[in-house]
């Protein structure tokens, strides 16, 4: 009996410790998926101010997968460039997978994304290009935010969980 006491306070102990490193990882997650935005954000309004390609090419070009965000979301935008090149009629938005674009991102930081994403390949260059400055501008301070908060709360959830799981362990053994 004692065995399976342990075990499961064991068990329950190292789910709390768990949480909070997934916690903290979700916090990385995001600032990476924004970092990776922000990355591509720049490549664009590179092609978009210089070269008069179509939407698919120049966002082809525009990706990278240097890191694990980076990855991620190229698959996203490589995925939504394939399909309007099935299809030359389709938006960017409509071809756009959103939950994996966005997908370690918060909805304040899709939602600042959205109007320039609604609008790359449905109007004129002049207001992509406005539409993409201030997306950048929206997420360069997104990213200050996001790496601020994860320098300051990623210890907090990996301390919580563990002293968390272990308050848990003590009270199953006591």
Same mark, same amino acid.
């Given at each position: 009996?004692? *065995?399976?006491?342990l075990a499961f306070?064991g068990?329950?102990?190292g789910?709390?410790?768990? *949480?909070?490193?997934? *916690?903290?990882?979700r @916090? ?7 970092a ?15 070269v008069?390609?179509p ?8 990706v ?7 990855a991620?979301?190229?698959?996203a935008i490589?995925d939504?460039?394939g ?8 938006p ?13 991102m ?6 600042? !994304? !959205?109007p ?11 207001q992509?290009?406005?539409r ?5 501008a ?21 301390? @919580?969980g563990?002293?968390?799981g @272990?308050?848990?362990?003590?009270c199953?053994?006591?």
């Amino acid at each position: 009996m004692n *065995m399976a006491r342990l075990a499961f306070a064991g068990a329950a102990a190292g789910g709390c410790a768990m *949480m909070g490193m997934r *916690m903290a990882r979700r @916090l990385v997650r995001r600032e990476e998926a924004i970092a990776a935005w922000l990355r591509l954000l720049d490549g664009l309004a590179a092609q978009l101010s210089y070269v008069d390609d179509p939407l698919p090419d120049v966002l082809s070009r525009a990706v990278s997968e240097d890191t694990p965000g980076d990855a991620r979301l190229a698959r996203a935008i490589s995925d939504a460039v394939g399909m309007m090149r099935r299809d030359r009629s389709l938006p960017f938005v409509d071809a756009l997978d959103a939950d994996s674009a966005f997908r370690d991102m918060d909805a304040s930081d899709a939602a600042a !994304l !959205l109007p320039l994403v609604r609008g790359l390949g449905a109007v004129a260059r002049p207001q992509q290009c406005a539409r993409l400055d201030s997306a950048r501008a929206s997420m360069a301070s997104m990213a200050a935010r996001a790496a601020d908060k994860t320098s300051r709360q990623k210890r907090l959830y990996v301390s @919580l969980g563990l002293l968390g799981g @272990l308050a848990l362990f003590l009270c199953l053994m006591g």
